[in-house]
């Protein structure tokens, strides 16, 4: 039996809506880390948003931008499919797992520590690393979160007094806890740490920044994809990040002010 006239057309309507919105060619998951990546008015912005737009509008390539809870995208980068999170630190025991770009797409600054107002005493003007962490002050860190080589060596070489937290798909979370006293400081680099110290004036009336003497220049931050993702959309991405690091734009967003 042939359809009628007006169920042709709506099949024809549904036919030209789905041919003119294919689906995504790559899913990038993000949450909630200003100034690094996040929601603003309802809609995804940051740094490395903004990074990651460059480069694969340089690819070429269709993408949305999907904002997950911390504690799900690393379990869901392990099935298979195009996706990838923006920004992640490389380590041997991900390398295994996942796929990587080939060059970073930001290195951050020097690590800070931002610390409850109330105990800043309890640290020198500008402290070394081992003066931080053999104070008597507590470390909140983020449950299951990766500082990068130095700074996770550092931890384990001076075992500080620590409070971990799961903080979800909410980094606010963490600032609340510092404010409430759950903890005493946190780690953040000196970006970020700008950033948290002055979104709000709670946060400017109870939280400080301190430079770390010793800090080394910070980590570098790459695309970390499933390992079954298509080679051909990585290889464009990887062409993609190298063009793009030789640009204005590029150089105006990766190397932000002090």
Known sequence: MKPGPLLSLLLAFSVSGLAAEPPAELTIFYYERMPFYGDRDGKPAGLLIDISRLILDQAGIKYRLVNVPVIRFFESLKKPGNSCLIGALKTKEREVIYAYSDDYIYRDQPFRIIVNKSKRKALPERPSIKQVLESELRLGVSDGYVYGDWLDRKIIEYQPKLQKINIGNDSEKMHKMMIGGRFDYMFAVAEE????????????????????????????????????????????????????????DYERLANPPN
């Open 193 to 248: 740490a700008r950033h948290i110290v002055s979104e709000d004036q709670e946060h400017s009336d109870n939280l400080t920044t301190v430079e770390i003497a010793d800090a080394p220049r910070g980590n570098m931050r790459y695309l970390l994809c499933s390992k079954e993702i298509d080679s051909a959309i990585m290889q464009k991405i990887n062409a993609a990040i190298k063009a793009v690091k030789s640009t204005p």
